[in-house]
């Protein structure tokens, strides 16, 4: 269960099989994307205490399957306002919904106690956002799906509490792996992928005093695994490694408070 009166978050799993991820202040529970079937998402959901009706809205950062796949579906069964781009909207692949709001790219929105700053990345879908939750004098940013750490991302993502943060692939992994040539262009490109010597360039320069928990995010099935991250991360971190988690895509993350 999300604690109470605090900054909290979880995964309900990440990957390129689906994303998920669960944000509250204690009363405000809200959804990031949703890349499962409705039943994978309601199961995945009850590991972590919640019904899908005690979620106040479901988020959409982009338009990918993995993040959009089953949130129309989940949205239109429990009656879930969908937050999301005109871009991601314009794609097609929400489906009807019940309700749904615009997100203005570097526009400040609120859904009840939690503050949302949504963050435009480099990352090749229509107007893919990532975002920086505010609550309770807490901050969280959750940053997963980008090819590279811009300018924009490295300022828009300082100071914060704790940081999902996309760890996608060991370069050298993606090199020698079973990808096709295109493919492997895509996703080590710009508008691509984060790779594991990028997360911890950026990390350096967002700076890690201020950080309890590094949450690696979005590990590639075939091109990494949590132990390159580890080595990758881990110097950075004086030896103090209990603050530095990885999200599965089966089993996703419990729920971590930010204190
Ligand atoms: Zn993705
Ligand atoms: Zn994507």
Redesign the pocket.
Known sequence: MPAPQSLSFASLGSGSKGNATLISDGETHVLVDCGFGMRDTERRLARLGLHPRQLEAILVT?E?G??IGGVGALARRHGLPVYLTPGSWLSGRLGEVPRHHWITPQARFAIKGLVIDPVTVP?D?RE?VQFRFQARDRCLGVLT?LGHPSAHVTEAFQGCDALILECNHDRGMLAEGPYPPRLKRRVGGDWGHLANVQAAKLLKELGLDRLQRIVCSHLSEHNNRPELVLETLVPLLDGDESRLLVAAQDLGLDWQTVN
């Open positions: 982009h990918h993995d993040h990352h879908a893919p799906d």
